[in-house]
């Protein structure tokens, strides 16, 4: 009996080196049952050749991947039947409809009874369009039918390498709510990788991310975002006592911005005792937000303030 909390792909140690450069460098994380994991990094951080090892493109130099609770290198039939995924585009007849290209790819696999042909058109919300040939659609349309392939032979984790690329804002906004309500639908693990933070803050559970072929974190999405809380002041400007905050044990980074806005980089739940401080320098607080940071922040701070795209 599998729990909520099951591993579903476990990866620990793994490296690639291809000649002298070693490209994915002691990489291991663990993806549960039903969630959504980014994987994301910069262009070049090694996400694709960590997709081609997963899914037995590629050899590890060394490592272990487990999915589905199977070694892939000893068991790869056993562990690869557990994943759907798209490497890179989807690969469609465009002249054929979208059922057409379910059907034939269904034949070619073995096991694939035709009412899953419907459940999984049901699934990517294709009903409507199921009839007319692939040419006919949006880039954001043979995404759902590539996954709607992947997920014929009814895998317990779905990969997805940058799916993002290429779609317009309504099409990336369409393809989040659309992971989000099949990892609900089917129970299903999803892996994406993105370069683009916003995407991966909005869409994933947890994330792992990756610079230069290397972990510099993992963790859940909220807390990622939650653990580095920064809190703006709005101050009169240019008074000498806001920097005395720099004192105070609990503030980590002080900030000091145009305008009288301060960053405290700080626990939340001191916010009252920072106020007493400035108040104590008798300098005027106009207000005090929340600042939100995102994962850009964090993956800067992660790499020293390397870019992500
Ligand atoms: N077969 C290969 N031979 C030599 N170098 C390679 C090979 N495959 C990948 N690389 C190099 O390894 C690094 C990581 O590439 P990879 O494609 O895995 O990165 P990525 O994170 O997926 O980035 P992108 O989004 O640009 O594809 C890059 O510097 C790339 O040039």
């Not at 990336?172 to 370069?195: D, K, N, P, T």
């Amino acid at each position: 009996m599998q729990t909520e909390t099951h591993t579903v792909l476990s990866v620990q140690g793994l490296s690639k080196t291809i000649g002298q450069r070693e490209i994915v460098k002691n990489v291991s994380f663990e993806v549960k049952a039903g969630e959504i994991f980014g994987f994301l990094g910069p262009n070049g951080a090694g996400k694709t050749t960590t997709i081609r090892m997963l899914v037995g493109l590629t050899r590890p130099t060394k490592g272990i991947i487990r999915i589905g609770g199977y070694d892939l290198s000893k068991q790869f039939l056993q562990a690869i039947r557990q994943v759907g995924c798209i490497v890179e585009n989807p690969e469609l007849y465009p002249y054929l409809t979208g059922r057409e290209n379910l059907q034939l790819f269904a034949r070619m696999t073995e096991d694939i009874p035709p009412a899953r042909i419907e459940e999984v058109v049901r699934l990517v919300e294709l009903q409507n369009r199921i009839d007319d040939p692939v040419k006919t659609y949006s880039l954001g349309m043979r995404q759902r039918l590539g996954i709607a392939q992947a997920l014929l032979g009814k895998p317990q984790l779905l990969i997805l390498d940058e799916p993002t690329n290429g779609l317009d804002p309504a099409g990336i906004r369409e393809l989040r709510s659309f992971i989000r309500h099949l990892s609900r639908e089917e129970g299903i693990s999803v892996f994406i990788s993105s370069h683009i933070l916003h995407e991966v803050q909005l869409m994933c559970d947890r994330v792992a991310i990756i610079s230069q072929g290397e972990i510099v974190k993992t963790g859940r999405v909220d807390q990622l975002v939650g653990s580095h809380a920064k809190v703006e002041w709005m101050v009169e400007p240019h008074h000498a006592g806001v920097e005395k905050l720099r004192g105070l044990p609990y503030i980590t980074q002080l900030e000091v911005l145009n305008n009288g806005r301060v960053l405290v980089h700080m626990p939340m739940e001191k916010i009252a005792e920072t106020n007493q401080a400035l108040v104590a320098e008798q300098i005027q607080v106009s207000g005090i937000r929340p600042y939100q940071q995102t994962l850009e922040d964090i993956f800067l701070e992660m790499t020293g303030g390397n870019s992500i795209a």
